[in-house]
């Protein structure tokens, strides 16, 4: 299994504000997932990042909101924009193993005040 | 749309107990399932899973999960649960490159 890190691991923002959030990954991996863990809800597929393509957004997520870069095969940022209060989440990233399954970060959690 | 539906949101038991989460999936074609566990303060980890074959399933730490076509369904269970089981279990479908989560149940081992 891979071992995938996240920076930061927590952080406070303004409203209006944006935050990247890093994920780094200890091998090289062809997809990249970015999920949200809103309080009390399940995990939420925000988009998928592939290297060398655009990312590939779900149903109600869209990349003005939260811009994907996927530089290589080992790296990947989310950028939550124009933050409100609503956004405060956890944020993972995961990357698909060879089974299909897939390994998480240890997610990012954003309180937007 | 495909979903995914954990019967228990909340279960409290004490040690030694039998353990059965439910789990239904909506989708019918060819899936992938997945158990996974996030215990306090840690990040979510694979428990099990299922792609053919044996519908039984064992995964670590004693958990095995049973995969029943007919009913849609992939509940997980443990003969007897321990105190360290104390954790969020997510049910997970894999349907083309995605993977749904349902909403996790947690378990809460008394000692």
């Known amino acids: 299994s891979a071992v995938i890190s996240q920076k930061p691991s927590r952080d406070i923002c303004q409203r209006g504000t944006s935050l990247t959030i890093q994920c780094q990954v200890d091998?090289?991996?062809?997809?990249m997932f970015w999920y949200r863990q809103q309080p009390g809800q399940s995990l939420t597929l925000i988009a998928t990042?592939?290297?060398?393509?655009?990312?590939?957004?779900e149903s109600g997520f869209v990349i003005d909101k939260f811009p994907i870069s996927r530089p290589n095969l080992t790296f990947s940022t989310l950028t939550v924009s124009n933050m409100s209060p609503e956004d405060s989440s956890i944020y993972l990233c995961?990357?698909?193993?060879?089974?299909?399954?897939?390994?998480f970060g240890p997610g990012t959690r954003l309180t937007v005040t | 749309a495909q979903s995914v539906s954990q019967h228990n949101h909340h279960v409290i038991l004490s040690e030694a107990a039998s353990l059965e989460l439910g789990c239904n999936y909506s989708?019918?074609?060819?899936?992938?399932l997945f158990w996974y566990v996030q215990y306090p303060g840690q990040h979510l980890q694979l428990l099990l899973k299922?792609?053919?074959?044996?519908?039984l399933v064992k995964g670590i730490k004693g958990f095995e999960a049973e995969f029943i076509k007919s009913k849609f369904s992939f509940n997980l269970r443990k003969p007897s649960v321990q105190w360290s089981d104390t954790a969020e279990y997510f049910c997970?479908?894999?349907?083309?490159?995605?993977?749904?989560f349902g909403k996790g149940t947690r378990l809460h081992i008394l000692p």
């Open positions: 990042a592939n290297q060398g393509s655009e990312a590939t957004y």
């Open positions: 997970a479908v894999r349907v083309d490159d995605k993977i749904i």
């Open positions: 299922y792609f053919s074959g044996d519908p």
């Open positions: 989708y019918g074609g060819t899936v992938n």
């Open positions: 995961s990357v698909g193993g060879l089974g299909y399954e897939q390994y």
């Open positions: 091998s090289q991996v062809t997809m």
